[in-house]
């Protein structure tokens, strides 16, 4: 399973990291914005994607929108945080499959994961 | 045989009648995609009224029975006291066979078969206005409650009385019921900008642009409202957003999609304003989401051709009441909106339906007997011949010193003229004995409806090109090949619905047929877009089988490979299933092509579907051959087969294992002497410089001769069976000059070349 | 010349194993007479049968002769074919398997070893095979080819007895001959009788002779094992003789007849059971019980079961028993320092160590998460999202310090239920404790300042103390202070100190 970590923290891509390598997932790229996220994505063809709403350059939504002009399947989860939830919605219609509210458990984001991923067919096979 | 009639009259009735089967069986099918089409219900009770007359004339007491019973369950649904749902339609489908299995009966003089009773029983129940609910039209019970389970969408609430939408509580994750406020909020902007999309797909102004709007807009409320898991709402935006995404490719579909999407646009406005107030409603949607679907695939099918089905879903509609006019809230402005929508939709439906049977119907036909066809085609057949003896001699005259000038001239002209009202009047002739391949086509959506329901699979019909015409003796013989490989289609070809869906493809799968004239061809494909051929179980089988050998079979193209489908005894199929794969069956569709002097090919690939074209001369008695000489003897070689025709140069010729073969460009391709292959004299062998590159399927083969005469429009006269395939010979014609030419079977030539090869 | 000179000159010679013909042609014979078809006249009354071979080594003669200008010749002008006789089946042993498995011990001893010089005891002559390697290969019969002698006849080839392997269950014979060890063991062959045995036999000594031992089976060994020695088994090991400072370990049962004597240089470790006779200054783990006859002298002993050894004494050393202990003596009457730790299972020993910082680690650090956290949690007003990433941080933080914690929680548990079920405190003495013996026993320190005599069971009351109940007469419970100093061990450490360490209850 691969999985692009997009956040512009390297703290948090190192406790979403360390939350995959629990669930067993260990193959990870990371991204520092959307820009470098867009760069790195089509050739690493992620089967999922975690990315922060805000960051520099090139926001989460920004990102998941271009993205989502290319390709409609794979599972995006955002990671937001209550300033943005009100905006949630607007990330959904953009094509965000699930989203999770900073601060958050690493229990949480476990379990929006696999939901996620329960949701997704191509994930099953 | 009891009647005691006139032959002539019980035969009239049968030709008369024969069609009116055929007809109703194709209009009872499209009446299934719109059970409310008055014109059509008209249209098919009609059609059973005057079998039932002229059958209760001739008194047939048993066929009278059932159409009595089905045209009275005809007239019920004509006055609206039940519906056509596809119960009554399987009752309906069940009389037609059991009318057709009659009319065979009294063809043959036996006496007619009686109706089942329990069939007769139920048609005039519905004749009473009682609405039947799930019974199946076959004897068994236990048979009949799958099938009909199946065919009516396994939907349980379709045939019970129609009830207010059922509504539950709202219950959401702790993640998304955080949400549910913003979610409400938006969903008020986003129907508000549905609804102006709608106005703006309507209004025509710019029709595109809306609804390239509505797609988008649909494709966000169907995310949105997918990450709630709001089942129903869920299905019917992302039918909104399928639907609008059809039409921002095609603004063609606009008037007949429109209103369906207005219903469904209503249908969740009034799930959105549930939300408000914490509840999730149920609500009545098959009927739209049915109407819809076919609006789109009976409008998709009108732009290529003049018939298509889809199967299943089919829109059944169970009860007078539209289950619309139950909604709890906002009833006024939505039920009306959609109640007027829904009216329209079927007007619509109704226009296009008479337009369609209306230009049927109408034809200004006057019955021929075929044999009287049969006899003007030979007549035909002969004047073509002395017309060719007239130019030929007229060539000669020319030659003549003796010869007027003036007069040569004179018989010159005359001959052209000659040549051409012959050519026209022998395509008036052929055109008589022409029939659209629609008469052919109309048969198989009904089979396409059988095939669905008894694979369980989501199966649609397109037809293509179905007003090609084509020879009648065609016709005849296409109709069972064509059977069998839409079966094989449906039944092997193409995946089940979750296979499809896993497979990322739609899971309703396509089945193409596609008729359309190539030169003086018809090309016939039936595509399907399924699993396709697997290389390695063909090649396997053709190894066990003993048709090839592993090194063989490992230089051949995936094409070569998949025509050993074509041998007989050959059946990839594990399991012998009751729709086909009974191992007989491609060599039988194959024999059947080459009677006609057609040629069928297969070509696949994995994932992606089966396409097998067939294609086929437009008549069979008439050809255009090329007429080559070998010593005194003169062959006719079809010109269809004809590559092209070389010289070859003594150092390009060589032998292989004692056969000869020469290089041309980058392929070695066989020769077959023609004063060998017709057992004259051998030192005429070598006096033939001239090769004529033949084509049969992949294959090709120079057929080495001596002379080249010219082209000429022969007609077949058939030889005995004995004497055709000993010489790779397939018939005889007399020529312009009056003497009798063989006509070369380049299959046969090409076959016995590559087995020379092969030893 | 007449007929007869030339029939006397011209001589046809065959060898007395017919295998051989020689023309041979005396001198001045007229060429005109000598003619190839005048000798295969000759030679056909001899019954040589022409063939174009013989033809032309009778022409090749004529000429040679004619040229040397009637030298007399001898020329060979037929041959026979010998026969090639067949070759019997035998049995051939792959004895490469056999080497190589040797050398690849031998360099992997040396491997760890830092220094280069090689260790003489490493050059075992022991051979065995691994299960699954061709032992033997079975050289089938051959029927061999018949030879012609000159006249054509038949010169019979002796056909190859054909050779039969009976293996026994620890062999399979394949159809091509090869021969497969079933199973690990030393190649006997004898005969036709082919086997792998798992059971090595010694006859002699465990010495330079026979190196050190590695075998996966059961080793016997005849008399004993010299100093230094090492025997490795994957069975059960006996010993009939004497062993000296020897190291020894087996997967099973070990039985030393005599006894050890391992001047504290040698060490046992057994699977199963470990019984001598005696055993003395040696170290040894015994996985189960330990059965010694006469005497344990300044042993370091972890005995993972039982010690039941009735009749033995246990004389200065330290003693480990996991469940119960039964000796005769304890210490020396003239008081010699002696051990017994009663209810101790010595690996888990340092496990609890371990796991009791561990522990202790991880409270702390949980403890730390949550004030960070509940530190953050108390800011009061907007956050940013800064703010909301520390909060993300401290909860990762807590979360996982909880986890680390909850796991040292069940290890503690697990191990506590282990120690609980697998020790017990139970010591039958048949003769006497004597002053200076030390048990250690539940938290307490026993020295003992007189002598106990027995027989009695030294076990602890429902209050955790250690008491001693008399094996004779009124039976009765008496506490140990009456005979020995009992202090309380402040250190001592066991699953529920461990469990305490934690704070949590057992």
Same mark, same amino acid.
């Given at each position: 399973?691969?999985?692009?970590?997009?956040?512009?923290?390297?703290?948090?891509?190192?406790?979403?990291?360390?939350?995959?390598?629990?669930?067993?997932?260990?193959?990870?790229?990371?991204?520092?914005?959307?820009?470098?996220?867009?760069?790195?994505?089509?050739?690493?063809?992620?089967?999922?994607?975690?990315?922060?709403?805000?960051?520099?350059?090139?926001?989460?939504?920004?990102?998941?929108?271009?993205?989502?002009?290319?390709?409609?399947?794979?599972?995006?989860?955002?990671?937001?945080?209550?300033?943005?939830?009100?905006?949630?919605?607007?990330?959904?219609?953009?094509?965000?499959?699930?989203?999770?509210?900073?601060?958050?458990?690493?229990?949480?984001?476990?379990?929006?994961?696999?939901?996620?991923?329960?949701?997704?067919?191509?994930?099953?096979? | 045989?009891?009647?005691?009639?006139?032959?002539?009259?019980?035969?009239?009735?049968?030709?008369?009648?024969?069609?009116?089967?055929?007809?109703?069986?194709?209009?009872?099918?499209?009446?299934?995609?719109?059970?409310?089409?008055?014109?059509?219900?008209?249209?098919?009770?009609?059609?059973?009224?005057?079998?039932?007359?002229?059958?209760?004339?001739?008194?047939?007491?048993?066929?009278?029975?059932?159409?009595?019973?089905?045209?009275?369950?005809?007239?019920?649904?004509?006055?609206?006291?039940?519906?056509?749902?596809?119960?009554?339609?399987?009752?309906?489908?069940?009389?037609?066979?059991?009318?057709?299995?009659?009319?065979?009966?009294?063809?043959?003089?036996?006496?007619?078969?009686?109706?089942?009773?329990?069939?007769?029983?139920?048609?005039?129940?519905?004749?009473?206005?009682?609405?039947?609910?799930?019974?199946?039209?076959?004897?068994?019970?236990?048979?009949?409650?799958?099938?009909?389970?199946?065919?009516?969408?396994?939907?349980?609430?379709?045939?019970?009385?129609?009830?207010?939408?059922?509504?539950?509580?709202?219950?959401?994750?702790?993640?998304?019921?955080?949400?549910?406020?913003?979610?409400?909020?938006?969903?008020?902007?986003?129907?508000?900008?549905?609804?102006?999309?709608?106005?703006?797909?309507?209004?025509?102004?710019?029709?595109?642009?809306?609804?390239?709007?509505?797609?988008?807009?649909?494709?966000?409320?169907?995310?949105?409202?997918?990450?709630?898991?709001?089942?129903?709402?869920?299905?019917?935006?992302?039918?909104?957003?399928?639907?609008?995404?059809?039409?921002?490719?095609?603004?063609?579909?606009?008037? !007949?999609? $429109?209103?369906?999407? %207005?219903?469904?646009?209503?249908?969740? /406005?009034?799930? #959105?304003? @549930?939300?408000?107030?914490? +509840?999730?409603?149920?609500?009545?949607?098959?009927?739209?989401?049915?109407?819809?679907?076919?609006?789109?695939?009976?409008?998709?099918?009108?732009?290529?051709?003049?018939?298509?089905?889809?199967?299943?879903?089919?829109?059944?509609?169970?009860?007078?009441?539209?289950?619309?006019?139950?909604?709890?809230?906002?009833?006024?402005?939505?039920?009306?909106?959609?109640?007027?929508?829904?009216?329209?939709?079927?007007?619509?439906?109704?226009?296009?339906?008479?337009?369609?049977?209306?230009?049927?119907?109408?034809?200004?036909?006057?019955?021929?007997?075929?044999?009287?066809?049969?006899?003007?085609?030979?007549?035909? !057949?002969? $004047?073509?011949?002395? %017309?060719?003896?007239?130019?030929?001699? /007229?060539?000669? #005259?020319? @030659?003549?010193?003796?010869? +007027?000038?003036?007069?040569?001239?004179?018989?010159?002209?005359?001959?052209?003229?000659?040549?051409?009202?012959?050519?026209?009047?022998?395509?008036?002739?052929?055109?008589?004995?022409?029939?659209?391949?629609?008469?052919?086509?109309?048969?198989?959506?009904?089979?396409?409806?059988?095939?669905?329901?008894?694979?369980?699979?989501?199966?649609?019909?397109?037809?293509?090109?179905?007003?090609?015409?084509?020879?009648?003796?065609?016709?005849?013989?296409?109709?069972?090949?064509?059977?069998?490989?839409?079966?094989?289609?449906?039944?092997?070809?193409?995946?089940?619905?979750?296979?499809?869906?896993?497979?990322?493809?739609?899971? $309703?799968?396509?089945?193409?047929?596609?008729?359309?004239?190539?030169?003086?061809?018809?090309?016939?494909?039936?595509?399907?877009?399924?699993?396709?051929?697997?290389?390695?179980?063909?090649?396997?089988?053709?190894?066990?089988?003993?048709?090839?050998?592993?090194?063989?079979?490992?230089?051949?193209?995936?094409?070569?490979?998949?025509?050993?489908?074509?041998?007989?005894?050959?059946?990839?199929?594990?399991?012998?299933?009751?729709?086909?794969?009974?191992?007989?069956?491609?060599?039988?569709?194959?024999?059947?092509?080459?009677?006609?002097?057609?040629?069928?090919?297969?070509?696949?690939?994995?994932?992606?579907?089966?396409?097998?074209?067939?294609?086929?001369?437009?008549?069979?008695?008439?050809?255009?051959?090329?007429?080559?000489?070998?010593?005194?003897?003169?062959?006719?070689?079809?010109?269809?087969?004809?590559?092209?025709?070389?010289?070859?140069?003594?150092?390009?010729?060589?032998?292989?294992?004692?056969?000869?073969?020469?290089?041309?460009?980058?392929?070695?391709?066989?020769?077959?002497?023609?004063?060998?292959?017709?057992?004259?004299?051998?030192?005429?062998?070598?006096?033939?410089?001239?090769?004529?590159?033949?084509?049969?399927?992949?294959?090709?083969?120079?057929?080495?001769?001596?002379?080249?005469?010219?082209?000429?429009?022969?007609?077949?006269?058939?030889?005995?069976?004995?004497?055709?395939?000993?010489?790779?010979?397939?018939?005889?014609?007399?020529?312009?000059?009056?003497?009798?030419?063989?006509?070369?079977?380049?299959?046969?030539?090409?076959?016995?070349?590559?087995?020379?090869?092969?030893? | 010349?007449?007929?007869?000179?030339?029939?006397?000159?011209?001589?046809?010679?065959?060898?007395?194993?017919?295998?051989?013909?020689?023309?041979?042609?005396?001198?001045?014979?007229?060429?005109?007479?000598?003619?190839?078809?005048?000798?295969?006249?000759?030679?056909?009354?001899?019954?040589?049968?022409?063939?174009?071979?013989?033809?032309?080594?009778?022409?090749?003669?004529?000429?040679?002769?004619?040229?040397?200008?009637?030298?007399?010749?001898?020329?060979?002008?037929?041959?026979?074919?010998?026969?090639?006789?067949?070759?019997?089946?035998?049995?051939?042993?792959?004895?490469?398997?056999?080497?190589?498995?040797?050398?690849?011990?031998?360099?992997?001893?040396?491997?760890?070893?830092?220094?280069?010089?090689?260790?003489?005891?490493?050059?075992?002559?022991?051979?065995?095979?691994?299960?699954?390697?061709?032992?033997?290969?079975?050289?089938?019969?051959?029927?061999?080819?018949?030879?012609?002698?000159?006249?054509?006849?038949?010169?019979?080839?002796?056909?190859?007895?054909?050779?039969?392997?009976?293996?026994?269950?620890?062999?399979?014979?394949?159809?091509?001959?090869?021969?497969?060890?079933?199973?690990?063991?030393?190649?006997?062959?004898?005969?036709?009788?082919?086997?792998?045995?798992?059971?090595?036999?010694?006859?002699?000594?465990?010495?330079?002779?026979?190196?050190?031992?590695?075998?996966?089976?059961?080793?016997?060994?005849?008399?004993?094992?010299?100093?230094?020695?090492?025997?490795?088994?994957?069975?059960?090991?006996?010993?009939?003789?004497?062993?000296?400072?020897?190291?020894?370990?087996?997967?099973?049962?070990?039985?030393?007849?005599?006894?050890?004597?391992?001047?504290?240089?040698?060490?046992?470790?057994?699977?199963?059971?470990?019984?001598?006779?005696?055993?003395?200054?040696?170290?040894?783990?015994?996985?189960?019980?330990?059965?010694?006859?006469?005497?344990?002298?300044?042993?370091?002993?972890?005995?993972?079961?039982?010690?039941?050894?009735?009749?033995?004494?246990?004389?200065?050393?330290?003693?480990?028993?996991?469940?119960?202990?039964?000796?005769?003596?304890?210490?020396?009457?003239?008081?010699?320092?002696?051990?017994?730790?009663?209810?101790?299972?010595?690996?888990?020993?340092?496990?609890?160590?371990?796991?009791?910082?561990?522990?202790?680690?991880?409270?702390?650090?949980?403890?730390?998460?949550?004030?960070?956290?509940?530190?953050?949690?108390?800011?009061?007003?907007?956050?940013?999202?800064?703010?909301?990433?520390?909060?993300?941080?401290?909860?990762?933080?807590?979360?996982?310090?909880?986890?680390?914690?909850?796991?040292?929680?069940?290890?503690?548990?697990?191990?506590?239920?282990?120690?609980?079920?697998?020790?017990?405190?139970?010591?039958?003495?048949?003769?006497?404790?004597?002053?200076?013996?030390?048990?250690?026993?539940?938290?307490?320190?026993?020295?003992?300042?007189?002598?106990?005599?027995?027989?009695?069971?030294?076990?602890?009351?429902?209050?955790?103390?250690?008491?001693?109940?008399?094996?004779?007469?009124?039976?009765?419970?008496?506490?140990?202070?009456?005979?020995?100093?009992?202090?309380?061990?402040?250190?001592?450490?066991?699953?529920?100190?461990?469990?305490?360490?934690?704070?949590?209850?057992?």
């Amino acid at each position: 399973m691969r999985i692009l970590l997009v956040d512009d923290s390297k703290t948090m891509r190192n406790i979403q990291k360390a939350v995959l390598a629990q669930l067993g997932y260990t193959e990870v790229m990371e991204a520092q914005d959307g820009q470098d996220a867009l760069s790195k994505a089509p050739a690493f063809r992620p089967e999922l994607m975690l990315v922060d709403w805000n960051m520099p350059n090139m926001d989460g939504l920004t990102f998941v929108k271009a993205w989502r002009s290319t390709n409609k399947t794979t599972p995006i989860i955002m990671v937001t945080t209550e300033a943005e939830k009100s905006r949630v919605i607007e990330a959904i219609k953009a094509g965000v499959n699930n989203y999770v509210v900073k601060p958050f458990t690493p229990d949480l984001l476990s379990q929006r994961i696999q939901e996620t991923l329960a949701k997704t067919p191509a994930a099953a096979a | 045989m009891g009647h005691g009639f006139d032959q002539e009259i019980v035969q009239d009735f049968l030709t008369e009648s024969g069609e009116l089967i055929d007809q109703l069986e194709g209009d009872l099918v499209v009446l299934e995609a719109s059970p409310r089409d008055p014109e059509l219900l008209n249209k098919v009770f009609r059609a059973l009224h005057t079998i039932k007359g002229s059958a209760s004339f001739l008194q047939l007491t048993n066929l009278v029975r059932i159409a009595h019973a089905a045209e009275s369950a005809l007239n019920a649904a004509r006055n609206s006291v039940v519906t056509v749902d596809s119960a009554m339609m399987n009752l309906l489908l069940e009389t037609v066979d059991i009318i057709k299995t009659q009319m065979q009966q009294l063809g043959s003089g036996q006496d007619l078969a009686e109706p089942r009773a329990e069939l007769v029983t139920m048609l005039t129940a519905i004749g009473e206005g009682k609405q039947i609910s799930s019974a199946g039209p076959h004897a068994s019970a236990a048979n009949a409650a799958p099938a009909a389970k199946q065919e009516t969408n396994a939907k349980p609430t379709e045939n019970a009385p129609t009830q207010g939408p059922s509504v539950k509580k709202l219950v959401l994750g702790p993640g998304k019921a955080d949400l549910l406020e913003y979610l409400v909020a938006d969903l008020d902007e986003t129907m508000n900008k549905v609804q102006a999309s709608l106005n703006q797909l309507a209004g025509s102004e710019n029709a595109k642009g809306g609804a390239v709007q509505l797609a988008e807009t649909c494709e966000q409320l169907s995310r949105c409202v997918e990450f709630f898991e709001f089942a129903q709402m869920g299905e019917l935006a992302g039918a909104m957003a399928s639907a609008a995404v059809k039409l921002s490719q095609d603004e063609g579909l606009v008037a !007949g999609v $429109l209103p369906q999407l %207005k219903s469904l646009c209503a249908l969740v /406005t009034t799930q #959105a304003e @549930g939300l408000k107030t914490g +509840e999730v409603r149920e609500l009545a949607a098959d009927d739209v989401l049915g109407n819809l679907g076919s609006a789109l695939a009976g409008m998709a099918v009108t732009s290529a051709a003049p018939s298509a089905t889809t199967m299943p879903p089919a829109p059944t509609i169970s009860s007078t009441d539209t289950p619309l006019a139950a909604e709890p809230t906002d009833r006024e402005a939505t039920n009306n909106a959609a109640k007027s929508d829904q009216a329209k939709s079927v007007d619509k439906a109704a226009d296009k339906g008479g337009e369609k049977h209306g230009a049927a119907g109408g034809e200004n036909t006057i019955r021929v007997e075929v044999g009287r066809l049969e006899a003007l085609m030979n007549l035909v !057949g002969e $004047l073509v011949l002395q %017309k060719n003896r007239i130019t030929a001699l /007229t060539r000669k #005259a020319a @030659g003549v010193r003796e010869m +007027e000038a003036e007069l040569a001239e004179a018989m010159g002209l005359a001959a052209g003229s000659l040549d051409r009202v012959t050519s026209d009047i022998q395509t008036a002739v052929m055109r008589t004995r022409m029939q659209p391949l629609d008469k052919l086509f109309g048969r198989y959506p009904r089979l396409i409806r059988d095939l669905a329901s008894k694979t369980g699979k989501q199966i649609q019909l397109v037809i293509e090109g179905g007003d090609t015409e084509v020879d009648k003796s065609v016709i005849e013989e296409l109709g069972d090949p064509l059977v069998h490989l839409i079966r094989n289609s449906a039944d092997h070809g193409l995946e089940g619905p979750e296979e499809r869906t896993k497979a990322g493809k739609n899971a $309703l799968g396509t089945i193409t047929l596609r008729a359309s004239h190539e030169g003086s061809h018809v090309r016939v494909l039936v595509m399907d877009d399924g699993r396709g051929l697997a290389r390695e179980r063909i090649a396997k089988k053709a190894i066990e089988r003993g048709l090839a050998t592993q090194e063989q079979i490992s230089a051949m193209s995936d094409r070569e490979v998949f025509n050993f489908i074509f041998e007989a005894g050959f059946s990839t199929a594990e399991k012998v299933s009751d729709l086909s794969g009974r191992g007989v069956g491609m060599d039988v569709v194959r024999t059947n092509i080459q009677k006609l002097k057609g040629s069928i090919e297969l070509s696949s690939q994995a994932g992606n579907g089966t396409t097998v074209a067939i294609t086929i001369p437009l008549t069979v008695a008439i050809l255009q051959a090329m007429m080559v000489g070998v010593g005194p003897e003169i062959y006719a070689v079809p010109l269809t087969s004809i590559l092209e025709i070389v010289r070859p140069q003594a150092d390009q010729v060589s032998s292989i294992g004692g056969h000869q073969v020469m290089r041309l460009r980058d392929s070695v391709l066989p020769l077959v002497s023609s004063a060998e292959l017709f057992e004259q004299p051998t030192d005429r062998r070598s006096e033939q410089p001239f090769a004529v590159v033949l084509q049969s399927g992949q294959k090709q083969v120079g057929l080495m001769v001596s002379r080249l005469i010219g082209q000429q429009e022969v007609v077949i006269k058939p030889l005995d069976e004995g004497e055709r395939t000993a010489r790779a010979v397939s018939g005889a014609t007399v020529r312009d000059d009056g003497g009798v030419s063989l006509i070369v079977d380049v299959e046969q030539l090409v076959r016995m070349a590559q087995g020379g090869q092969n030893r | 010349m007449t007929q007869e000179t030339i029939d006397k000159l011209v001589k046809i010679e065959v060898s007395s194993d017919k295998l051989e013909a020689s023309l041979l042609l005396g001198a001045n014979i007229n060429p005109q007479e000598l003619t190839p078809l005048y000798v295969a006249t000759r030679m056909g009354e001899l019954g040589l049968e022409q063939t174009s071979e013989r033809t032309s080594a009778v022409l090749e003669a004529i000429a040679t002769y004619v040229c040397n200008e009637g030298k007399p010749l001898r020329h060979r002008i037929a041959r026979g074919t010998t026969p090639t006789h067949g070759t019997d089946g035998r049995l051939v042993l792959v004895d490469a398997v056999l080497e190589k498995h040797e050398t690849t011990q031998t360099t992997a001893r040396r491997d760890t070893d830092t220094t280069t010089s090689i260790d003489q005891r490493e050059r075992s002559s022991v051979r065995w095979t691994e299960a699954g390697a061709v032992i033997a290969r079975i050289q089938q019969a051959t029927i061999g080819a018949d030879g012609r002698d000159v006249f054509g006849r038949v010169l019979a080839a002796r056909t190859g007895r054909v050779f039969e392997v009976s293996p026994d269950e620890s062999v399979l014979v394949r159809a091509d001959g090869a021969c497969i060890a079933l199973r690990a063991g030393v190649v006997e062959h004898s005969g036709r009788v082919l086997r792998v045995s798992n059971r090595l036999v010694i006859d002699g000594d465990i010495d330079f002779s026979t190196g050190n031992i590695r075998f996966p089976g059961d080793v016997e060994i005849a008399r004993g094992i010299r100093d230094c020695f090492e025997v490795h088994a994957g069975g059960s090991i006996f010993v009939r003789d004497l062993v000296d400072a020897a190291t020894m370990s087996c997967a099973h049962h070990m039985v030393l007849e005599k006894g050890i004597a391992a001047r504290e240089l040698g060490s046992l470790e057994v699977g199963k059971d470990l019984s001598a006779r005696y055993l003395t200054n040696v170290r040894a783990v015994v996985g189960r019980d330990a059965i010694v006859e006469a005497e344990v002298q300044n042993c370091t002993l972890l005995i993972g079961r039982d010690m039941k050894s009735p009749g033995a004494s246990i004389v200065r050393g330290d003693v480990s028993v996991a469940r119960s202990c039964e000796i005769a003596e304890l210490g020396a009457p003239g008081g010699a320092a002696t051990t017994l730790r009663l209810g101790q299972i010595a690996s888990v020993h340092d496990a609890m160590g371990a796991l009791a910082s561990a522990g202790a680690k991880a409270r702390d650090r949980v403890d730390k998460a949550n004030a960070r956290l509940n530190e953050l949690r108390s800011v009061k007003g907007r956050t940013g999202p800064d703010h909301a990433e520390l909060l993300t941080e401290a909860q990762f933080e807590a979360q996982t310090a909880a986890k680390t914690y909850a796991k040292a929680c069940r290890a503690g548990q697990m191990l506590h239920g282990f120690v609980d079920k697998h020790t017990k405190v139970h010591l039958v003495v048949r003769g006497a404790v004597h002053p200076q013996a030390v048990v250690h026993a539940g938290g307490w320190t026993a020295t003992f300042t007189q002598t106990l005599k027995g027989p009695c069971v030294i076990e602890m009351d429902g209050k955790g103390e250690l008491t001693v109940r008399m094996m004779v007469g009124k039976s009765e419970i008496v506490p140990l202070r009456k005979w020995a100093r009992v202090v309380r061990e402040e250190q001592h450490l066991n699953s529920r100190r461990v469990l305490e360490a934690m704070g949590i209850a057992a």
